[in-house]
């Protein structure tokens, strides 16, 4: 059973992302996080190091102030679906009581089937970069969808992302919408959540997980 939780603020919204496993931490359990790996993951819930604070960075502060609009955006696009959200949410579910999801918003699809929407913000660096997305999702937002899925136990998310690269007038930018149906992603489903189970139990033992090298 999933329940939400509101919080007053957003520092007490931060606080308590810390202490389960999150959309953001499910990619790192498999091996699939390109900026993380599973045992700094695990160091960081046992509080032997701190992430480095993000939060002020001009990449973050874009995709914060972005998503309103984002959101409002496909509100207007998509008119058949129903969009709400809810500031500072965190979901529990006690079939997964180490996970907690936090939601961008939430999807009711002309059939009354409830979704996640999810949103990103992305800049491309490197031409090369673009090949990620060519006619997929990125494996480590994969992973944060499949984990709110779980969480929610709901049956489909939608994906919206918006791709960016260069400056100025110049930047080319892309917006993309990728439909994930759960009945499509249950198998990866339970492998993700057995993987963070074990994740959690390493955590709680305080065992360092063996390292999961990212595949070639």
């Known amino acids: 059973m999933t329940r939400q939780i509101i919080f007053d603020s957003r520092e007490d919204w931060l606080n308590a992302r810390r202490s389960s496993i999150g959309g953001s931490d499910a990619a790192a359990c498999v091996g699939m996080n390109p900026y993380k790996d599973n045992v700094t993951l695990w160091e960081e819930k046992m509080r032997m190091v701190i992430p480095e604070d993000i939060s002020g960075k001009d990449y973050v502060l ?3 102030r972005a998503e309103h609009y984002l959101r409002e955006l496909f509100a207007l696009d998509f008119p058949e679906y129903q969009v709400s959200y809810t500031e500072n949410n ?9 996970a907690h999801a936090s939601l961008d918003g939430e999807l009711i699809d002309p059939a009354g089937r409830k979704g996640v929407l999810e949103i990103k913000t992305t800049e491309i660096m490197q031409s090369s970069q673009w090949t990620k997305w060519s006619g997929r999702v990125p494996d480590n937002y994969y992973c944060q969808i499949i984990h709110y899925l779980a969480v929610m136990e ?3 998310a939608i994906l919206k992302s918006q791709i ?3 400056s100025g007038l110049d930047a080319r930018i892309e917006t993309r919408h990728y439909l994930i149906e759960r009945s499509d992603a249950e198998e ?24 999961i090298l990212p595949a070639i």
């Open 188 to 211: 990866d489903i339970q492998t993700l959540m057995a993987a963070e189970e074990k994740m959690h139990d390493c955590i709680t033992t305080g065992r360092r997980p063996d390292l």
């Open 164 to 166: 960016k690269s260069g």
């Open 154 to 156: 709901y049956d489909f």
């Open 90 to 98: 965190l979901y529990v579910n006690s079939a997964y009581p180490w």
């Open 62 to 64: 874009y995709g914060t």
